[in-house]
């Protein structure tokens, strides 16, 4: 999967940002991390206690990994700006991957996830969500990738030569209708009750994760972290799994990202420190009974229903034939 670098600084000319774009990647060289692991770690950390974290041996190599990441943008800003420049509002650095679609064109199916809903409020939410599909023309996969070209526009602060087509536009549009039709039909009085909150919908690339049941999903991470070669792929949709009975999303978040904060300190130069290695393991273990005792009084069946359940035994989907 190829990466690019993108440095965004309103009304900089192009020969600048190349010239900021080339002091990130040389600061990156420089430090020996990468840039997707860097930008991953200021992910990772966003919302949890640094200065608790900085006690912790595991954190040491995440929050080292976010340093590169602010060091590298300083350093673009100052390249490209030059020093003392005051930094125009909406600049910042990110990772460009490639559009979405490109990786996964033949998954189309999607799944939602609404905290304290029952099953039968569930399949409301989905067949409220694939009407809105279905009327619109447009899959599923589609809508995504318009959703995702949309919101990576609005992280690199909307730069007018990267807006996106109208056809994304209006698959991210459809997207986030359909998103809002789901919560509709799962909680129709859900402004009377004040209930906060939404319809988390993706598309279904992972069922074995992104539809387990809580006391599976909570074993399979344990497994995770017990293999000697370290899996990352599966364990933070795992832990959002979980989380996803708890109705306070920014909870759901904390409670996810708490678990894998210090599985990520089993990469790299971390692998070969056997103290390390203990610490980071005891830490993600201690975050996943923390979360299976959050979510302790929730039903073994987590608040998650996909599409593909009403198409079983069937060949097609509503949108089979929609042009890409």
Known sequence: MTITLCLTIPGVPEASIQAGLQAAADHFNAVGVHPVTAENAVRMLDGLDLEKLADDEWAKDELDAAQAWNDAEISAFVAALGVGSDIPKGSKLTVVHPPFSEKRKSLVDFVISVA??????LR???????EVFVREGISPEQAADGQWAVESWDDAGFPD???PSEELEHGCSVWNEASAAAFQAVFPDWRETKRSGGANLALLLEPEIQLAT???ALAMMRELVDRT???DSNLFGLACAVASSIENGFRQQELAKSVTAP???????ALNDPEKVDAAVRGVFAAIDALEAATSDSPDQLPVMSSAHLFEGKETRPWTGVKD
Do not use: I, K, M, T
Not at 116 to 121: I, K
């Open 214 to 216: 809580r006391s599976r």
């Open 124 to 130: 409301r939410g989905v067949e409220a969500a694939l």
């Open 263 to 269: 599985y990520n300190a089993l990469y790299g130069p």
């Open 116 to 121: 304290g809903a029952s099953q039968e409020e």
């Open 229 to 231: 070669v370290p899996e």
């Open 161 to 163: 030569d990267e807006a």
